[in-house]
């Protein structure tokens, strides 16, 4: 890893369906860690984990447009 960072704490994905996305995860063996609503940007979250991996999945309101690709984010441990 570059110096300075020590690994990354999670991924952030959009994803269509909250629900499904989630059972789709928990069949490779993720557990929920935490689900919460933000109504400021009119979107559900939940946090899954395996071992020391992190993925946070998020359903908007505002669905995507056709034919765009879900937005992918980073968290990274400095």
């Known amino acids: 890893m570059p110096r300075g960072i020590s690994g990354i704490h999670h991924i952030a994905i959009s994803v269509e369906n909250l629900e499904r996305s989630r ?21 559900k979250a939940a946090f899954l984990k395996l071992g020391n991996m992190r993925i946070e999945i998020w359903e908007f309101e505002d669905k995507l ?3 765009t690709i879900p937005d ?4 990274i441990n400095c």
Do not use: C, Q, T
């Not at 789709?24 to 609503?37: H, N």
């Not at 992918?72 to 968290?75: D, G, K």
């Open 23 to 43: 059972n789709f995860y928990k069949e490779f063996g993720f557990k929920e860690e935490k689900r919460f609503e933000r109504k400021d940007l009119r979107g």
């Open 65 to 67: 447009p056709e034919n």
């Open 72 to 75: 992918i984010r980073a968290a």
